[in-house]
């Protein structure tokens, strides 16, 4: 199967439009979307988001700013910014597609790849920012792999199976990385809607699960199409000019 990977779309339509048109411009055939959580927060197209990705065959997991917007989450947990998105989230959401937000799982297992927003041992929040965190996240994996959203930066873990050994990458732009049965492997797709490793292109990858092969891609989208609509909504202005940057 292949599987077209997304993490945290963040409610920015035009980089979610931007995915798919990048994927269909590079003729990748997929089965499938992974959505791996954050379809909302922080920008300004949340209904639109979640109705663009039900067009497509998906799975979806739940991400904490979806948790926060439905009130899983005390607000108070997060920055005042993000607070201040969710709660207007809240108001924006048809009840539809806040039952959609209900229905998702913290984690889910596909073939033999775990699905999760954040990490493994903590489906929700917890970020693998480093080689210590994913070793220890390594424990909590059912088989030889995991895919994971939350930090908004691409990248690839990889255990040596017999030293224990963690490694991290960051994996090239379309170029397929094999992986190796020798090791185990925790895979971040970057995110699409608020990149944060300094590239403001929306982030995306292709698993093929028969191939056994992974690739990162990058989309362009139209950012000032997005940030004025944040405007328009009064949304934070930080949140707005971060976008330019990708951080």
């Known amino acids: ?3 077209l990977v997304l993490s945290d779309i963040h409610a920015n339509l ?3 439009e931007a995915v798919l048109k990048d994927a269909k411009r590079r003729r990748l055939s997929y089965d499938m979307v992974w959505c791996l959580g954050d379809v909302v927060g922080y920008g300004p197209d949340p209904n639109a988001c979640i109705e663009l990705l039900r067009t497509v065959p998906h799975v979806c997991l739940a991400g904490n700013h979806d948790w926060a917007v439905l009130g899983k989450l005390e607000l108070t947990a997060f920055h005042e910014n993000a607070m201040i998105v969710a709660l207007w989230t809240r108001e924006q959401l048809t009840a539809e597609n806040l039952n959609y937000l209900r229905a998702r799982s913290a984690r889910e297992l596909q073939e033999r790849y775990l699905l999760a927003h954040a990490s493994p041992r903590e489906p929700i929040w917890e970020y ?7 070793a220890e996240n390594f424990e909590h994996l059912p088989d030889g792999y995991a895919l994971v959203g939350h930090t908004h930066v691409p990248v ?3 255990q040596d199976r017999a030293s224990g050994d963690v490694r991290a990458s960051v994996p090239p732009l379309g170029v397929p990385i094999s992986l190796d049965p020798g090791f185990r492997y925790i895979l971040n797709p970057g995110g699409v809607g608020q990149p944060r490793d300094g590239d403001p292109r929306a982030a995306y990858a292709l698993l093929d699960t028969e191939k056994h092969t ?3 891609y990058r989309a362009e989208y139209p950012i000032h199409l997005t940030q004025a609509k944040m405007r328009a909504a009064g949304l934070p202005d930080t949140l707005i000019d971060r976008l330019s940057y990708g951080r």
């Open 128 to 134: 693998i920012l480093d080689t210590g965190v994913a």
């Open 14 to 16: 035009a980089a979610l």
């Open 1 to 3: 199967m292949r599987c």
């Open 156 to 158: 690839i873990f990889a």
């Open 214 to 216: 992974w690739t990162q």
